[in-house]
């Protein structure tokens, strides 16, 4: 390549690199541009019709009437009338809210949000979605920065890339946790990466207030042999467990189980066969019912293979990053409740092992796998809003991605031992 031509390719990959940015961020300030609008306007839509065409709530009021109750009249936090009469308060309505009385959110977390229900409704969406957005940005920029090494280009393009995908719009839309969660795995990740037992410890617990993406990191850890980060974990877990039992009352804690058992018995209000998980799949040929014990058998059949392959780290800090990612995907495919926004939590597993962002790049990989993935990777976000945020989408795209992800892991090339350092490496390419 002569060095006239070489001059007008940088060219054209810098005005593809400035293309991209600009779109990147456009599409964004556009999403939070229409966001604002709507929720500034005269009637924000806190109210909505759901498939049925019934009068629903976001799920952020949902959040809100449990915190609600749990400051006023904690011993009614999971009683159902209370619920369905807190929700019209808080919403100045008379009508049937679909589902209004069937919420069931953990009760460390009920006791621990009360504090918001200080603010009128409105105040507290605005405030719970700015600080999911730089919940997710620090999570992102602290894995992308500070274990990956990623340079600024490839660090700015990943982290829009994902703010702006449907799945995140989807969950700030309705003001849900996940991406709450994303930032605690990203503490978790960090943690373990670089032995921090506290922080590992109390990102874990922290995590647990959505266990259902939560629960085999308990199994991958005890198979990785992290005791000292399982007994901050158990510590803290029970000290949030106290204050929630001092707060609610020890009955509500303690038949928590229970509880949610009867509040997920209505299935047809949950929508299981739109979920992202394979009781989704089996909700299409079998009854509702039987899909729900086959799915969580699933579940338990999943916990034993996480333990394996967890053992399978050992100092190896590339593995870590890759079993965690998978674990990730395997918790998103077996988790027994997973709506299509929380599909954002695969931007984890792509912050954790994408080796480029470049689709030339990524085409120039040796390790077929590898480039699956990472092709799989960049349209993820793309697809979602092509093809819409749905189950049909997600679910073969997460299938995919942990068949390529164990391919990988098992490659020769993942079988090279790391030094015990956490790993810091090269910048990704452009």
């Known amino acids: 390549m002569t060095a006239e031509s070489g001059t007008r390719l940088q060219k054209f990959k810098n005005l593809a690199r400035f293309g991209a940015i600009t779109y990147l961020i456009a599409w964004i300030i556009l999403q939070s541009g229409l966001m604002f609008i709507l929720f500034l306007s005269p009637n924000p839509p806190f109210l909505h019709k759901n498939i049925f065409g019934r009068k629903s709530m976001l799920d952020f009021v949902r959040i809100y009437t449990e915190a609600k109750l749990a400051g006023s009249n904690p011993k009614l936090v999971y009683d159902s009338t209370a619920q369905l009469i807190t929700s019209q308060e808080i919403l ?25 229900t200080n603010l009128p409704l409105i105040n507290a969406y605005w405030l719970w979605i700015g600080l999911s957005v730089l919940a997710g940005a620090i999570g992102m920029i602290a894995i992308l920065k500070l274990e990956r090494n990623f340079d600024n280009w490839s660090t700015a393009v990943t982290t829009l890339a994902i703010l702006g995908s449907i799945n995140s719009m989807t969950v700030l839309l309705a003001g849900q946790t996940t991406w709450f969660i994303f930032f605690f ?91 992202c998980n394979l009781r989704a799949i089996f909700c299409y040929l079998m009854p509702y019912e039987t899909a729900y014990k086959v799915g969580f058998a699933c579940v ?66 040796e390790s077929q796998p590898l480039k699956w993935w990472t092709f799989m990777m960049l349209c993820y976000p793309s697809l979602g809003w092509v093809l819409g945020s749905n189950n049909y989408v997600f679910i073969p795209l997460n299938i995919g991605l942990t068949i390529c992800g164990f391919l990988y892991l098992n490659s020769m090339e993942m079988q090279k031992e790391k030094p015990e350092a956490p790993a810091h490496e090269e910048p990704a390419k452009e």
Request: charged fraction near 10%; proline fraction near 5%.
């Open 300 to 365: 338990f059949l999943a916990i034993p293979f996480v333990w394996k392959l967890w053992t399978g780290i050992k100092n190896n800090s590339d593995r870590l990053r890759w079993t965690f990612a998978i674990t990730v995907l395997l918790a998103l495919t077996f988790g027994p409740h997973v709506n299509p926004y929380d599909c954002v939590l695969v931007g984890l597993a792509a912050i954790l092992t994408l080796p480029t962002v470049s689709p030339i790049e990524a085409w120039s990989l």
């Open 185 to 275: 795995f990203c503490l978790l990740f960090i943690g373990l990466n670089r032995n921090k037992a506290l922080l590992t410890g109390a990102s874990f617990a922290l995590s647990t207030i959505k266990p259902q993406y939560s629960f085999l990191f308990f199994a991958g850890l005890i198979g990785h042999r992290r005791w000292k980060e399982l007994l901050c974990f158990a510590g803290i877990t029970a000290l949030m467990l106290v204050f929630a039992g001092y707060v609610l009352g020890w009955s509500n804690v303690i038949s928590y189980p229970q509880i949610l058992s009867q509040k997920s018995a209505g299935d047809e209000f949950w929508y299981p066969q739109k979920q």
């Open 92 to 116: 100045n309505t008379n009508e049937k809210i679909d589902c209004a009385e069937n919420n069931a959110y953990t009760p460390h977390m009920c006791a621990l949000l009360i504090p918001l």
